[in-house]
């Protein structure tokens, strides 16, 4: 064994996208509360490694010595432990290899060869207390482990374009597809669904990503913003990922379903709000676990599971041979790359936008728990709430902060000393207008079925925008968008019946800073307009302000945007023609696409929801037909008829 021997931990926050990079000293113990992991092993202290989310068992996995080798092994957890995407209760580690944590995709990076012994001052990391996992000044400074990848992309990789014999030179894995699609969550879901639609075998496709079903990603978002299961996504009832004709749709399947079940009434008011919606009736929505099971369905009739593969994606290049190699990580220090001719970057959202003085509050106090962004595991509130009561401070009025105050309303049942301070910087008095037409405005909130108006999906507002210049987009996305929330019924009652009762209270006005005081509460500085200093305590700050997409917030688009000098649109996303192509990367035959979030600002403004990937995604794998890209076939209606059967039936495309 050797002493004294740090491991160099790299992990992005799962919601908020923040680089967490500690050394800490074997034995580690990972688990979601500190109380429950062993302070000593064997007559050695442990550092205890807290991970905050329900996803993470109290004490979850322990690293420590076998027999002179690194292991990790599996604490009776509940959602167990993942080494280089495999579970395994009890396995060597190895330099490199990536471990999965409930949501946590840490990298482990260490060396068997060079004890950690002698300080030095030059390219250290300062110690972190095995206690509090805080970073200690007493204690001495240790040598900066070498992350993992610091040779790897290889030097080539400065090049504009890869030599492929360089690449092969390696002596890494090399492997050549058709198509690939990096992201492998629902852009990529969609995008390799048509493609095997329009006749490309699945073993000329590639998804690269980190998770293996293509929701689980957005179902974390959902599961984390409180949104469970049985509740209702802000979608359209034929905007149906699993099913590009939109027939039968979501309302239509639910009444079908419940109609067997024999719930008449339950079955007409699903059919009745298609048909009377939004005027006469609430606009219909699916709920998440039927859009789950949808999509779990078609991903195993186009047999997705075949053409995943599991990776960290590093850097985007092109080849000198007129093609996109993609360089990317599977853990144990194992590299590799993948050549393609058709590449598609779907990678979502890079990171949760979190207002930038409650970001300097946590790097502050180092307090997670407090303040939270509603995108990430924050169960912890509503328990201490429901056990204890207590003051919960929201900022953000999207349908994010909607859901968080019914969830909130539904504590209060449990507990009904819980009290809502809501933060807006300014009052709504009135909503967005375009030509004749005006959203609706109650308490400050701003209503609209979706999150844009319905006809930028497939209305003339689509046509507009596709045919607007750079300038006119600007105007038409800037009169369009907005923070909006759904015009639910039930939500617009909870937040009347809060403001009359006291337990919900609005507030407007700027944020200067937020401290914690000697209970250990949030005090929110505000400068009132026009009415000087005001000062908000609270248990607990919820940050439902939502996701960022910009470039800046991914290295990889970064590195992307910078290495080709690739220009950005208005929103700082990436500029993209009608068809999703981005023109620039363009290399000989080879043509780059790109979908979702990434691309707001171009021609379509509905990017990230369900009908909207779909939209891209057609409109990228129509230009490859019209490109005679191989396999890919246009459906005429006897094919698209024929595919339809296909689905209804459940067999391969």
């Known amino acids: 064994m050797i002493g004294n021997l740090h491991i160099h931990l790299s992990w992005e926050e799962p919601a908020t996208g ?17 109380s429950q992991m062993p302070a000593e092993l064997n007559g050695q202290r442990v550092s205890r490694m807290l991970l905050n989310s329900s996803e993470v068992s109290r004490y979850h996995a322990l ?28 396995t060597i580690i190895n ?117 293996k079903e293509p929701f689980a990603r957005y179902k974390l978002l959902c599961m984390n913003s409180q949104i469970p299961l049985h509740e209702r996504l802000r979608s359209n009832s034929d905007s149906c990922p699993d099913n590009i004709w939109g027939f039968p749709s979501y309302a239509l399947r639910e009444a079908w379903r419940d109609f067997g079940k024999g719930r008449l009434s339950d079955s007409f008011k699903y059919l009745w709000k298609v048909f009377a919606e939004p005027d006469y009736a609430e606009t219909y929505t699916p709920r998440a676990s039927n859009v789950f099971d949808s999509i779990g369905r078609e ?38 790359f993948y050549v393609t001719r058709f590449l598609h970057l779907a990678t979502g959202y ?7 003085d409650l970001q300097a509050y946590r790097e502050k106090y180092r307090d997670f728990k407090s303040v939270v962004n509603a995108y990430e595991d924050h169960h912890h509130v509503y328990e201490q709430l429901e056990r204890q009561g207590g003051k919960v401070l929201i900022r953000g009025r999207g349908i994010v902060a909607s859901r968080i105050i019914q969830r909130l309303y539904e504590a209060r049942k449990k507990n009904s000393d819980i009290t809502v301070l809501h933060l807006m910087r300014s009052p709504k008095p009135q909503g967005n207008k375009f030509g004749k037409t005006q959203r609706m405005v109650k308490n400050h909130f701003e209503f609209q079925p979706f999150n844009w108006p319905k006809a930028c999906w497939g209305g003339e507002l689509r ?78 700050i919820m940050d439902a302000t939502g996701l960022d997409a910009k470039v800046q917030a991914s290295p990889l688009l970064e590195d992307l945007v910078q290495r080709y000098s690739l220009p950005l649109n208005h929103l700082s996303r990436l500029l993209v023609a009608n068809d999703f192509e981005l023109v620039e990367m363009r290399n000989d035959k ?51 008829f024929g595919q339809w059967l296909k689905w209804v039936s459940n067999q391969s495309p």
Not at 326 to 331: I, L
Request: glycine share 10%.
């Open 350 to 356: 890079p990171a949760i936008q979190f207002l930038p």
């Open 95 to 211: 330099n490199g290899d990536i471990l999965k944590i409930g949501p946590y995709e840490i990298t482990l990076s260490f060396s068997l060869n060079t004890p950690v012994s002698t300080p030095t001052p030059t390219n250290s990391t300062i110690q972190f207390n095995p206690n509090t996992n805080l970073p200690d000044p007493t204690l001495p400074p240790q040598p900066a482990a070498t992350p993992l990848g610091s040779s790897f992309p290889p030097p080539i990789f400065q090049e504009e374009k890869v030599p492929v014999q360089a690449l092969h030179a390696t002596g890494l894995r090399v492997d050549e597809t058709d198509y690939l699609t990096l992201g492998a969550g629902l852009g990529s879901f969609i995008w390799v669904d048509l493609l095997r639609l329009y006749g490309v075998k699945n073993e000329k496709i590639v998804a690269l990503g980190l998770d």
């Open 590 to 640: 080879g043509k780059m696409y790109a979908a979702g979030a990434i691309t707001l600002g171009g021609p379509y403004a509905a990017v990230d929801s369900f009908l909207g990937l779909q939209y891209s995604n057609l409109r990228a794998v129509d230009g490859l037909a019209i490109a005679r890209a191989p396999g890919v076939h246009r459906l005429n209606p006897i094919s698209s």
């Open 63 to 90: 690293i420590d010595w076998e027999q002179d080798q690194l292991v990790v092994i599996d604490q009776n957890s509940v959602n167990g432990i993942y080494v280089n995407g495999d579970r395994q209760p009890r």
């Open 463 to 540: 046509v507009m925008l596709e045919n607007a210049t750079p300038d006119e987009r600007k105007k038409l996305l800037a009169d369009w968008g907005g923070t909006t929330t759904a015009d639910r019924h039930d939500w617009q009652q909870i937040t009347q019946d809060g403001l009359r009762d006291g337990w919900y209270k609005i507030e407007f006005g700027e944020v200067e800073s937020v401290e914690r005081d000697a209970q250990n509460r949030t005090i929110t500085n505000i400068k009132e307009k026009g009415f000087g200093q005001m000062t908000l305590n609270a248990d607990f």
């Open 18 to 34: 923040e680089l967490r990079e500690p050394s800490l000293r074997v034995p580690i113990a990972f688990g979601r509360e500190f």
């Open 299 to 336: 991903a195993q009739r186009i047999g997705w599971e075949q053409m995943y593969r599991y990776g960290r994606i590093r850097a985007i290049r092109k080849t000198d041979d007129g093609r996109y190699c993609v360089a990317y990580s599977k853990g144990r220090g194992d590299h590799a």
